[in-house]
C-alpha cells in the first residue's frame, strides 16, 4: 500500500515538473506556434521576420498576449491558448534569435 501511494506521487510530481518545464520552453511554443508564420529561425515566411527584432521582451511579451490595433491577424487579438508565462517565454525566446 506504502509503495503505490509513493509511486503515485512520484509520478505526480515528475508529472507537474514535466508540465511546467514544458509551459515554459519558448522554444518549442514558438516552433508550434509562430515559426509556420516567421520561420523556424525568425527571418520570416508568411509574417515577418523576428529574429534581431528592435521590440523589447516585454513589448513581444504585450503584443503576443494583448494584441495590437492594426495588426493583422493573429497579432490583432493575444494569441489564443497563450499564458502569460509562456508569452515571456517565447519572448525570451525571440531575443535569442540572432
Known amino acids: 500500500m506504502k509503495r ?14 514535466c508540465l511546467a518545464w514544458a509551459a515554459e520552453d519558448g ?7 509562430c515559426a509556420g508564420c516567421h520561420g523556424p529561425d ?4 508568411v509574417g515577418p521576420a523576428v529574429k534581431g527584432t528592435s521590440l523589447s521582451a516585454d513589448q513581444i511579451t504585450d503584443l503576443l498576449t ?3 490595433a492594426g495588426k493583422k491577424a ?3 487579438k493575444g494569441v489564443a491558448g497563450l ?3 509562456q508569452a515571456k517565454a517565447v519572448a ?7
Open 4 to 17: 503505490s501511494v509513493i509511486a503515485l506521487m512520484v509520478i505526480a510530481i515528475l508529472s507537474m515538473s
Open 27 to 33: 522554444a518549442a511554443i514558438y516552433k508550434s506556434k
Open 42 to 45: 525568425g527571418a520570416g515566411k
Open 66 to 68: 494583448k494584441g495590437a
Open 74 to 76: 493573429p497579432h490583432g
Open 83 to 85: 499564458t502569460d508565462d
Open 92 to 98: 525570451a525566446y525571440v531575443k535569442s534569435l540572432k
